[in-house]
C-alpha cells in the first residue's frame, strides 16, 4: 500500500474517531496491513503526519485526532500554483499547509512570508473534512523571487508579460526602472510594490536577457525562473582560494594509501567532475576484490562553512543541455575534488571482497590516498568490451563479467530495469544545435551503475545495522489505481500486469521483458514509468521499491549531490564515535537536508528538461516541412501529441488538423476514433508527421500527420 493511500485510510479513521487513540498495531489490523516492509511504511507515515501537524501523537506508541489550531491566524511561506491558488508552508511552531484559492491569495507571491486567517473546518466524515484552507490577510515580507518575461510597450506605458507569475495579470514598468529594454526583448524583472489584488503589480527590470524567441535569450531566462547561477558569493570563492591540490603528508599518514592499485574513472566524454573510480584484484580463483573509490569532498567542505551553506542551498549540480551549473565551484568539482588520471586524490573507499557468481562475502570502508591510473569514457571501455583489446583489458573484461552478474542477481531481488531514452546535441562554432543524436546505454554504462548500485546499497546496510541518524534514498511503492491504469492500457496490446493480490517489482519487470524489442516498448516504458512513485530522500527508511533493495542510499556522487557529502561525514562521525548530544542534533537536521535535496534535485530535473525543449525546438526551427517517423505519446481531448523516434522532439497534432473525418476522443482507450472512417489513432502507434510551426517564444512544435 503506498504512502499516500495509507495516509488517506488513517485521516479516515482519526476523523471517526476523534476521542480515541490507537495503537501502531491496531491501525495495521485496520488497514490489513502484515508485512515487514507495509509495518515500517506504516510507521514512516504516521511519523509524517505527526510532524505535519495532520494526528497528534498522545504518548510515545499512541496516536490520535488532531484538532485544528485555535488560533485562526498563522504565518507560512506562499508558493502560487498555477492555476492561480496558492499553498501556505506553516512555519513554526505550526506546521502543514494551508490551501488557498486564488481568490483568497491577495498579492502574495513566492516565497512570500504571509500571515493566513483559517478559515472554518467543515465537519463530516470525508477525508476533506479536515483540509485547513484559508485567506492571505497580509505580506510580511516579500520573497525578493526574480521572475522573467517579455517587456512591452503600450501608447504610454510599458509593462512585461510574465513567463510564470500565475496572477493573471501585466506588470506595470514605471519609467526610469526599464533599463533601457526594448519591446519584445527578453527581461529578468523584481515586483516592488503590488498593495492591491485588482491593481497591476510595478516592477523594475534587472537584466536584458535578448530578443524574445532567440536560443541565447530562452536560456539565460530558463537560468533566472530556475534560480540557478554559474557564479558563487565572495566568501564562498575566499574559501575555495584557501585550498590547493598538494596534500599535506601528515593527511597521508591517516589515511589507508592506496596510490600503487590500479584504479581508473569511467565517464562521459565531456565530464570534468570525476566522482568515482573503480578498480578489480584477483584475490583467488573464485574471488575478486572490487574497489569503488569515491571523491572525498567532505575534506574540503566543512559543516556550516559558506561552501557548505552554498552546496545546501544548491543541493545538486544542473546539468543543462548545453553546460553545468555545478554545486561546488569549479576549482573544487573539476580540479582539487575531481580523481584527475595521475593526480594524488584524497578518497572514500569502500573494498568489497566478492565471488565471481557476485555474492558479497565481506567490505570495507575506509579514507584513502589514490592515484586513477586513467580517464576513459563510455565509448573507449566499449570498445575495449567488445574487441577485448585496449589498456587494462585484463581488468576490464573481468569487471563486465562480474557486472553482467551483478545485474541478473539484482532482477531475481525485484530491481525493474527501465529503458528510457536521453539525448544529446552537436553544436556550431555558434553554440547553436546542428545534430540530436541518441544516448545509447551500453554494457559499459551498465558496468558503472551496477558498481555505484551495489556500493550505495552496502553503505546503507553498514548504518541501517547500528540504527544511527542517516539519510536514505526511498522508493514508494506505486499507487494501486495508477498500476490499475497501466494494467488495463497494457491489455489493449496483448500484454498482462497481474496486479490481483497487490502490486510488486517482479511483476511490473515481468511486463517490461514482455515487451523488449517490441513496437509497443518506448511507450510502455513511458507509461508505466509515470505511474511510479518518485524516489525521494528520507530520514526514515522504507526501502526502494524500484530496485528491490531494503536499504540504499546515495554514497557515490558527492561532488555534484548533496546528500552525498552529507553520507561521507556521518561515516567518518560513525567511525570516530559519536555523542548522544550529536545523535539527537543530527535527528533535527536530517529530515531538513533530506526535504531540501529532494525539493533541489526536482528543481534541476524541471531545468534540465526544459534545457533540452529549447535547445530541441531550436533545432527543429531550420526544419519546417520535413517528414518524420513518430510514435503518439499522449492523447488529450484537443489534439494527439507526437514524439519523433530518431530525436524524441515531441509536439502536438491539433483536432482542429485531423481534416479527414471527424474525430471522437476515447479517454478511457487513450485514442482518437473517426465517426465515419473508423479510423483510429491509439496511444503507442506509429505515424508519420510534417512539421508546420515552430515557436521557441511559445515553447511549441505543432505537427499534421501525413499518409
Known sequence: MAISLIEEKLLEIFIKNPNSTFKLHQLAKRLSLYEEFDIALLRNTLKNMVQQKKIKQVS???????????????????????????IVKLLSPEEGTVFVQSMFTNTALDEDIVNIALFPVKKSDDKSGIELTGEVTEILKRGKKIYTGIFQKSKN????????????????????KTSGARPDEKVAFVIEEWKNPNIHPEGKIINRLGKSGEINSELLSLLYSYGLSYEFPKKVIEEVNNYTD????????????????????????????FDDA??????????????????????????????????????????????????????????????????????????????????????KIFKSIIQSKMRFTYEEVQEIIE?????????????????????????????????????????????????????????????????????????????????????????????????????????????????????????????????????????INDITIRAMAKAIYSDENIGHFGLGFKYYTHFTSPIRRYPD???????????????????????????????????????????????????QIEYMKRHIGDVYRAVI????????????????????????????????????????????????YRLGDKVKVQVVRVDLKDKEIDFKIVD
Not at 547553436?432 to 555505484?452: C, G, Q, Y
Open 387 to 523: 574487441s577485448e583489446q585496449g589498456p587494462f583489458v585484463e581488468k576490464i573484461i573481468p569487471m563486465h563479467q562480474l557486472s553482467k552478474k551483478l545485474f541478473n542477481k539484482r532482477k531475481k531481488m525485484g530491481s525493474i530495469d527501465f529503458e528510457t531514452s536521453e539525448i544529446k546535441f552537436k553544436f556550431d562554432k555558434d553554440k547553436k544545435p546542428i545534430e540530436i543524436v541518441k544516448k545509447e546505454r551500453k554494457d559499459s554504462n551498465r558496468m558503472i551503475e551496477e558498481f555505484m548500485l551495489l556500493a550505495n546499497r552496502l553503505i546503507a546496510e553498514h548504518i541501517a545495522k547500528s540504527k544511527k541518524p542517516f539519510i536514505y534514498r526511498i522508493h514508494d511503492k506505486p499507487e494501486p489505481t495508477k498500476i490499475k491504469e497501466v494494467a488495463e492500457f497494457v491489455s489493449q496490446f496483448g500484454y498482462s500486469l497481474k496486479i490481483d493480490h497487490g502490486v510488486n517489482s517482479k511483476s511490473i519487470q515481468k511486463l517490461l521483458d514482455q515487451v523488449k524489442g517490441t513496437e509497443e516498448e518506448a511507450v
Open 633 to 680: 505519446s499522449g492523447i488529450l481531448n484537443f489534439g494527439i501529441f507526437v514524439e519523433i523516434i530518431d530525436l524524441l522532439v515531441e509536439g502536438l497534432v491539433r483536432v482542429r488538423d485531423l481534416e479527414d473525418d471527424y474525430y471522437i476522443y476515447d479517454e478511457k482507450n487513450y485514442c482518437f476514433i473517426g465517426r465515419s472512417t473508423k479510423k483510429r
Open 278 to 363: 573503480v578498480s578489480l584484484e584477483q584475490i583467488d580463483e573464485e574471488t575478486y576484490e572490487l574497489g569503488v573509490h569515491i571523491a572525498d569532498v567532505s575534506h574540503y567542505v566543512k559543516e556550516n562553512s559558506e561552501l557548505d551553506k552554498e552546496a545546501y542551498k544548491r543541493g545538486t549540480s544542473v546539468y543543462l543541455a548545453d553546460s553545468v551549473v555545478p554545486m561546488l565551484p569549479e576549482k573544487l568539482s573539476n580540479n582539487i575534488c575531481s580523481l584527475i588520471p595521475n593526480r594524488n586524490r584524497l578518497a572514500y573507499s569502500i573494498l568489497i571482497e566478492i565471488t565471481k557468481d557476485a555474492t558479497v562475502k565481506r567490505y
Open 60 to 86: 510515545r506508541k499512541k496516536y490520535g485526532y488532531l484538532t485544528p489550531p485555535k488560533s485562526s491566524h498563522l504565518k507560512g511561506v506562499f508558493t502560487r500554483l498555477k492555476s492561480g491558488a496558492g
Open 246 to 273: 598538494q596534500i599535506p603528508k601528515s593527511e597521508i599518514e591517516k589515511r589507508v594509501d592506496l596510490r600503487d592499485l590500479i584504479c581508473f574513472t569511467i565517464d562521459p566524454e565531456d565530464a570534468k567532475d
Open 565 to 615: 557529502l552529507i553520507v561521507h561525514r556521518l561515516l567518518e562521525e560513525y567511525s570516530q564515535g559519536i555523542s548522544s548530544k550529536r545523535i539527537q542534533k543530527l535527528n533535527d537536521v536530517l529530515p531538513d537536508i533530506c526535504e531540501q535535496s529532494t525539493i533541489r534535485e526536482r528543481v534541476a530535473m524541471d531545468a534540465e528538461r526544459d534545457s533540452v525543449k529549447i535547445l
Open 157 to 176: 506605458f510599458f509593462f512585461v508579460i510574465p513567463d510564470t507569475l500565475n496572477i493573471g495579470m501585466d506588470i506595470f514598468i514605471p519609467h526610469g
